[in-house]
């Protein structure tokens, strides 16, 4: 995995308007933004659904990056 990609800009990549825009809202730029907290706390985020959610992994594993993805809050 090309690690750049984690900061570029999430309207730059190819995630879905919905993701883009529930993203914006929470104020994450990059997908490392969004990588920086666990899942459960993602979860807690209003707006932040399930879809979103497998949307992150998918995108992930199409990047072989899963293993950035934190399932635990260490």
Avoid: C
């Amino acid at each position: 995995m090309d690690p750049s990609i984690l900061q570029k800009p999430i309207p730059e990549l190819n995630l879905s308007d919905s993701f883009k825009e529930m993203a914006h809202r929470h104020d994450f730029r990059t997908l490392q933004d969004v990588l920086n907290w666990p899942v459960n706390v993602l979860l807690m985020h209003e707006d932040f659904t399930q879809h979103h959610y497998q949307e992150l992994r998918n995108f992930l594993i199409s990047l072989n990056g899963l293993q950035l993805l934190k399932t635990t809050n260490s």
